[in-house]
């Protein structure tokens, strides 16, 4: 099972339904605008709620982690992070 804390929490995510993009970034180990990228380029589903809110459906966080493709993303210009 994967874990992520934050305020002092630890949980187990087969517990929710849904998760934010800071606590999938938090648990991928990732900034948060690579997962704004993820989700633009579909490698996350997500869904937009509010203006200032997206939630990434659970199964589509563990469904990325299955296939391991978390690895080696680039900025989204080809060149790779300097």
Not at 12 to 39: C, G, N, Q, S
Not at 56 to 69: F, T, W
Request: proline content about 2%.
């Amino acid at each position: 099972m994967y874990k992520i804390g934050g305020a002092g929490r630890l949980y187990d995510i087969a517990d929710e339904h849904f998760m934010t993009v800071k606590e999938v970034a938090a648990l991928l180990r990732v900034e948060k605008p690579t997962i704004y990228r993820w989700i633009e380029n579909g490698k996350l589903n997500a869904k937009k709620i509010s203006k200032k809110k997206i939630l990434i459906p659970k199964q589509s966080v563990l469904s990325l982690l299955e296939s391991g493709k978390t690895g080696g993303d680039k900025c989204g210009n080809g060149k790779g992070r300097k």
